[in-house]
Nanobody
Framework: VQLVESGGGLVQPGGSLRLSCKVSGFSLDYYVIGWFRQAPGKEREGVSCISSSAGITYYADSVKGRFTISGDIAENTVYLQMNSLKPDDTAVYYC?????????????????????WGKGTLVTVAS
């Protein structure tokens, strides 16, 4: 079971990035997949998640209207399209997966209770 993130980088305020989370070892159909982020000196926070089988998505208030999560079952990959980026979005973004949690609770799962984590990809928003 493995999650591999990609797509991070340096972007100017107002710009866009698309993060990818390639899933191997299990199908998107059976897991809730999502994104967390951790900025320097701050706690890790839930950003967004998707239940591909149920067609349900959730977002943190701080990213609603700017970020969009989607899943490609054929590619077994989850994407996070990030638009209108702000300096406060600067963080390491981690992909996570859990096969037991309800989608509405995913963003509040503690680190040690999550089934699987990726290693993260750095997003820096600066001019």
């Amino acid at each position: 079971v493995q999650l591999v993130e990609s797509g991070g980088g340096l972007v100017q305020p107002g710009g866009s990035l698309r993060l990818s989370c390639k899933v191997s070892g299990f199908s998107l159909d059976y897991y809730v997949i999502g994104w967390f982020r951790q900025a320097p000196g701050k706690e890790r926070e839930g950003v967004s998640c998707i239940s591909s089988s149920a067609g349900i998505t959730y977002y943190a208030d701080s990213v609603k209207g700017r970020f969009t999560i989607s899943g490609d079952i054929a590619e077994n990959t989850v994407y996070l399209q990030m638009n209108s980026l702000k300096p406060d979005d600067t963080a390491v973004y981690y992909c996570a997966a859990d096969g037991r949690v309800a989608p509405q609770d995913f963003l509040y799962v503690r680190y040690n209770d999550m089934d699987t984590w990726g290693k993260g990809t750095l997003v820096t928003v600066a001019s």
